[in-house]
């Protein structure tokens, strides 16, 4: 079983940053990709920025040029460098890992773009 711990949420003022952080233990195989999802009250969880292992990025249209997603292969890691941030970036945000095939979340660290 894969576990998966995300830190770095928080309050913050709207153009303010946030560094989110993400680290899988246990019974890892071969994590080929990790992702950061986001879901707002009342609303479907999203996808918004993806890394593979071999370091390739992908970003929701809405997160483009302000979030930069990033992977440490050594430590099982992914972060989240949030920039720019606005009212409707709040959220939950979640990590996933993809191993051997296989999905596991995080628990999940709130969010919150407020003045």
């Known amino acids: 079983q894969v576990r998966l711990v995300e830190s770095g949420g928080g309050l913050v003022q709207p153009g303010g940053s946030l560094r989110l952080s993400c680290a899988a233990t246990?019974?890892?195989?071969?994590?080929?990709?990790m992702y950061w999802y986001r879901q707002a009250p009342g609303k479907q969880r999203d996808l918004v920025a993806a890394?593979?292992?071999?370091?390739?990025?992908n970003y929701a249209d809405s997160v483009k040029g302000r979030f930069i997603i990033s992977g440490d292969n050594a430590k099982n890691a992914v972060y989240l460098q949030m920039n720019s941030l606005k009212p409707e970036d709040t959220a939950v945000y979640y990590c996933?890992?993809?191993?051997?095939?296989?999905?596991?979340w995080g628990q999940g660290t709130q969010v919150t773009v407020s003045s």
């Open positions: 246990g019974k890892i195989t071969n994590i080929n990709a």
């Open positions: 890394v593979a292992v071999g370091g390739s990025t």
């Open positions: 996933k890992a993809n191993d051997a095939g296989h999905d596991y």
